[in-house]
């Protein structure tokens, strides 16, 4: 499973050009991401969703993390080797963000049950003197009715 994931990473690690030195671990992250309050329409103009539960979820359901945003409704990840070996064995972007706390608890007036979620979308390498660093974010969240 990890030797999977590895030989994903290695994959489009080398598809990216990048060099790889021996020693060379990779990080993934998830960028600094704005949760809105809001069934996901247009999320600039919205308020935030502050102290909302968000997890990184693979394949069929694994939760690989969970975090929880800030005032701000800004929440991020970042998995290192140890937690990389979590991860199925399925592309990254494959994974979704979902928003386990309910919408009515930052807006009375929206649904008590059903999920924000969002899939998750490569962004950008980069390599850190021996740490890779693959970045993802967030395509876009969207209320569904089911969990
Ligand atoms: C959403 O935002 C975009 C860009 O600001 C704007 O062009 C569009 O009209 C907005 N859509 C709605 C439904 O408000
Ligand atoms: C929330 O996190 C973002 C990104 O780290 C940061 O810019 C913002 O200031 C934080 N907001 C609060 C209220 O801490
Ligand atoms: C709560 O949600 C409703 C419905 O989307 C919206 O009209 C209202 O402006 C929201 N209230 C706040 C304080 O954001």
């Known amino acids: 499973?990890?030797?999977?994931?590895?030989?994903f990473v290695t994959v489009m690690v080398a598809a990216l050009a990048l060099p790889i030195a021996k020693g060379?671990?990779?990080?993934?992250?998830?960028?600094?991401?704005?949760?809105?309050?809001?069934?996901?329409?247009?999320?600039?103009a919205t308020p935030p969703f502050p102290n909302a539960q968000v997890q990184l979820r693979?394949?069929?359901?694994?939760?690989?993390?969970?975090?929880?945003?800030?005032a701000s409704g800004v929440f991020s990840f970042s998995l290192d080797s140890t937690r990389l070996s979590l991860l199925?064995?399925?592309?990254?972007?494959?994974?979704?963000?979902?928003?386990?706390?309910?919408?009515?608890?930052?807006?009375?007036?929206?649904?008590?049950?059903?999920?924000?979620?969002?899939?998750?979308?490569?962004?950008?390498s980069s390599v850190l003197g021996l740490r890779i660093v693959l970045t993802f974010g967030p395509v876009g969240f969207r209320y569904s009715s089911s969990t």
């Open 58 to 70: 693979c394949g069929a359901g694994n939760v690989v993390a969970s975090t929880t945003t800030n």
């Open 24 to 44: 060379t671990s990779v990080v993934v992250e998830v960028q600094p991401s704005f949760v809105p309050c809001s069934l996901g329409a247009n999320v600039t």
């Open 88 to 124: 199925p064995t399925v592309p990254l972007n494959h994974c979704n963000l979902v928003v386990t706390t309910p919408l009515s608890t930052c807006n009375s007036t929206l649904p008590p049950v059903g999920v924000l979620e969002s899939r998750i979308q490569f962004i950008r």
């Open 1 to 7: 499973m990890a030797l999977k994931l590895v030989l």
